[in-house]
Antibody
Framework: EEQLVQSGAEVKKPGESLKISCKGS????????IAWVRQRPGKGLEWMGI????????RYSPSLQGQVTISADKSISTAYLQWSGLKASDTAMYFCARYSQQLGAFDIWGQGAMVTISS | EIVLTQSPGTLSLSPGERATLSCRAS???????FAWYQQKPGQAPRLLIY???SRATGIPDRFSGSGSGTDFTLTISRLEPEDFAVYYC??????????FGQGTKLEIK
């Protein structure tokens, strides 16, 4: 079964760093874009950025450029989302999602990782 | 930047009824890159419709999508108890920009 499995929930303090992961399995990881989507508590979905693991081509939402870093290690079929200085406003559920160019949609989603930033 | 506006914000219906959800784009979008997702509480979103009108794998035929240009519709012909959830529209507009609508909550009346 094709799937994305994300790392677990995190609780951090403001200013700390964090890197969460998303591991793909049962499909060719290097030939699909992987996106990160934020969902703040009680709110809607917000696209953050996307990476093509085959060559690490990465694009960011203009509103989030510089606030996060997206990367991938194709040798272990894993994509990452990282912060270098967390803020309370980063508290959210973060989903990774596979983008199918054939369908023109996000066809497989990770289970989500809750990130809580609190002093 | 293309903005997707969904209406209504909340839709209250009973099982067996027909649901019609709307998504309007601030400028014309390609149907090829227009999708609908369902999200239940505590779960990840699930792809329902891609290419504006094609059902994703395993999606019941009571779900249908239509529209083009700036106006798109998701219709659920006869609501089942498991259909009560939040629904999002989404488009890819190049640049790249992957925009989501703000969501429509479908609740039991």
């Amino acid at each position: 079964e094709e799937q994305l499995v994300q790392s677990g929930a995190e609780v951090k303090k403001p200013g700390e760093s964090l890197k969460i992961s998303c591991k793909g399995s049962a499909y060719s990881f290097t030939t699909y874009w992987i996106a990160w989507v934020r969902q703040r508590p009680g709110k809607g979905l917000e696209w953050m950025g996307i990476i093509y693991p085959g060559d690490s081509d990465t694009r960011y939402s203009p509103s989030l450029q510089g606030q996060v870093t997206i990367s991938a290690d194709k040798s272990i079929s894993t994509a990452y989302l990282q912060w270098s200085g967390l803020k309370a406003s980063d508290t959210a559920m973060y989903f990774c999602a596979r983008y199918s160019q054939q369908l023109g949609a996000f066809d497989i989603w990770g289970q989500g990782a809750m990130v809580t930033i609190s002093s | 930047e293309i903005v997707l506006t969904q209406s209504p914000g909340t839709l209250s219906l009973s099982p067996g009824e027909r649901a019609t959800l709307s998504c309007r784009a601030s400028q014309s979008v390609s149907s090829r890159y227009f999708a609908w997702y369902q999200q239940k509480p505590g779960q990840a979103p699930r792809l329902l419709i891609y290419g504006a009108s094609s059902r994703a794998t395993g999606i019941p035929d009571r779900f249908s999508g239509s529209g083009s240009g700036t106006d798109f519709t998701l219709t659920i012909s006869r609501l089942e108890p498991e259909d009560f959830a939040v629904y999002y529209c989404q488009q890819y507009g190049g640049s790249p920009q992957y925009t989501f609508g703000q969501g429509t909550k479908l609740e039991i009346k």
